[in-house]
């Protein structure tokens, strides 16, 4: 009998996870709570929300899950993995204090200074005035406000001056926008340089790297707009040479997985560090607790091997034992959204042209869903169309191609996904 496999969210990135595990012949069933139109193609959806982790719990044990692989944050600071595994599932994501490597930025930046991880230099605050006059002592100082707890990737605000960084700390600790999230900011020096995404997998002791991705965090081309969860990506990043990546590894990752094990809180499961590369070395921006949307749907389908077994080789504390190959060939993925994202935006409306895509050129849904008018739009990122090819702008030109074949109402997508 094969594995049955629980997987929680409903982003591309769970679409992506769903597929891929799907084709393992180790895995006799994928449950998505609480998955997308996409994921209904390839699993079982689940009415469950992803904080809602007493019902999560109860579907396990119903469902007679044995595996369970982490892909979003939103369930692992609740203990969802500590839970599932004292009730005898297998877990391949880290428990409630592992998790803390993201759910709390100030947790995390203080990890960072005992391992020696190279970071922005930071402060945080939890009392607002107390802040505000940390503020108004840096004139010129252009710095970064980051709420400490989770916020979808859109809890950090980049300041070009004293006024924007007063604002944003109001955004977070007066107005609240990110909740409890902004109970405690960290006001952090601004770097300047470029960006790349390192995921790796992690049984606890070790860790294999994954290829580096760049990710398209604003909406509009140009790297212009508000920040959104990710526009699009693509792998492997121009611009990491083999020396690079090796001192990613060195020094942000074995240090990471290194020091969570000395604390007593072992990293298993899939630690994404958020980097940039600057004229001084690499620094981490922040560490992720989970896998990267957009970036997860241009890793998998790179990944040759079985996605079942390195994770659940990962689980067992053996990933040593597996090999994990990737294809050489570029990945290009390009979001869709729903025009207004990642502010107001409509939902409801009939999307075409998911099945005219080429052969080879995958869609991986997010906000989707099906009612009776057919495939409708359902959330802010509505869908991811990745394509691969030889090259990058091979890869580039056919997603392109692709994404013109899909329609719907205010559709929204960069331009500009690796144009490099
Ligand atoms: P984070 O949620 O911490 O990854 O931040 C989101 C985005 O804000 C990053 O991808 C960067 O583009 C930007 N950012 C975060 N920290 C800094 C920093 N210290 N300096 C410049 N930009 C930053
Ligand atoms: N695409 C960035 C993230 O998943 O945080």
């Known amino acids: 009998m094969g594995a049955r496999v629980l997987v929680v969210g409903s982003g591309g990135r769970e ?5 891929k595990l799907r084709q393992s012949p180790h895995v006799e069933e994928v449950f998505v709570a609480p998955g997308n139109a996409g994921t209904a193609l390839v699993a079982t959806n689940l009415p469950v929300q992803p904080k809602d982790i007493d019902s999560l719990c109860r579907a396990a ?3 007679r899950i044995d595996f369970y692989l982490a892909s979003m944050d939103d369930p692992q600071p609740l203990g969802l993995v500590d839970r599932l595994r004292a009730q005898g599932v297998l877990c ?16 995390a930046k203080e990890f960072m200074a005992r391992h020696a991880i190279p970071t922005a230099a930071s402060l945080s605050f939890t009392d607002y005035q107390e802040a505000r006059n940390y503020v108004e002592s840096q004139p010129d100082g252009p710095l970064v406000v980051k709420a400490s707890g989770l916020a979808a990737g859109k809890g950090a ?21 990110f909740g409890a999230a902004g109970n405690e900011v960290v006001l952090e020096e601004r770097l300047y340089g470029w960006e790349t995404s390192a995921h790796a997998f992690c049984d606890g002791k070790t860790a294999v790297m994954m290829p580096f991705t760049s990710d398209y965090k604003r909406a509009q081309d140009g790297d ?51 980097l940039m ?47 994990v190959k990737w294809s050489e060939r570029p990945a290009v993925g390009v979001v869709m959204a729903s025009g207004g994202y990642p502010a107001t935006y409509k939902l409801g409306h009939v999307i ?11 869609v991986f849904h997010a906000g989707t869903k099906q009612d009776r008018r057919g495939l409708v739009t359902n959330g802010g ?40």
């Open 157 to 177: 605000i980049v300041c070009n001056d004293m006024h924007e960084a007063l604002n944003a700390l109001d955004i977070i600790m007066v107005r609240r926008d």
């Open 92 to 107: 391949y994501g880290p428990t409630q204090a592992a998790s803390r490597i993201e759910a709390s930025k100030v947790w």
């Open 277 to 323: 590369v600057t004229d001084e070395g690499v620094r981490v921006l922040e560490f992720n607790a989970r896998w990267g949307d957009p970036e997860t749907q241009v890793l998998i389908p790179r990944l040759e091997s079985d996605l079942f077994e390195v994770c659940h080789a990962a689980a067992e504390g053996r990933l040593a034992d597996v090999e």
């Open 224 to 274: 212009i707009g508000l920040n959104t969860g990710g526009m699009g990506a693509y792998s492997p990043s121009v611009g990491v040479d083999a020396r690079l990546a090796e001192q990613i590894r060195h020094d942000v990752v074995d240090r990471a997985v290194a020091g969570m094990d000395a604390e007593g809180a072992p990293y298993n499961g899939t630690l994404f560090p958020g």
């Open 352 to 362: 075409e042209g998911v099945d005219d895509v080429d052969e080879g050129v995958l």
């Open 61 to 63: 044990k119903e469902l």
């Open 381 to 420: 990122r509505v869908l991811t169309v990745v394509a691969m090819g030889d090259t990058l702008e091979e890869a580039r030109t056919k997603a392109y191609s692709n994404v013109a074949r899909i329609h719907f109402t205010d559709a929204h997508y960069r331009e500009d996904i690796a144009k490099v």
């Open 15 to 19: 679409h992506a996870v769903a597929w």
